[in-house]
């Protein structure tokens, strides 16, 4: 299935912003989140392609909401990219054991990015 509507989370309002226009710009429709609770809602209700989702935010951490993404029955077939500053390898496995199916480290590459949204579509 192809990959056309992106749901960004991030409490950073610069990556939201990096992140909307790099995939507008290759032709995705995006959606954002500043937090774990607004993503958890959103992915519920707009039911996106894919979610990018960050790790440190207030509240509820990434992790901790892709595990809920990943086990919900509405939101579990939806692949989630964690996108995030945590680059030590036992960050990207727990990530991966959270229901994630990649992991890309900030500050994002976008050609690396696209890549990888291509290789689940």
Excluded: H
């Amino acid at each position: 299935m192809p990959i056309k509507n992106i749901l960004i989370v991030d409490d950073s309002a610069t990556d939201r912003q990096f992140l909307s226009e790099l995939l507008a710009k290759n032709g995705f429709k995006v959606e954002t989140a500043q937090n774990a609770d607004e993503a958890l809602a959103k992915a519920k209700q707009l039911r996106p392609d894919l979610v990018l989702m960050d790790v440190v935010m207030p509240g509820q951490n990434g992790f901790q909401a892709t595990r809920a993404l990943s086990k919900d029955e509405t939101t579990k077939q939806i692949p989630i990219i964690i996108c995030t500053s945590k680059s030590q390898d036992t960050d990207k496995a727990w990530g991966l054991k959270q229901g994630a199916r990649d992991y890309v480290v900030k500050p994002v590459k976008g050609p690396e990015l696209l890549a990888k949204i291509s290789a689940l579509g």
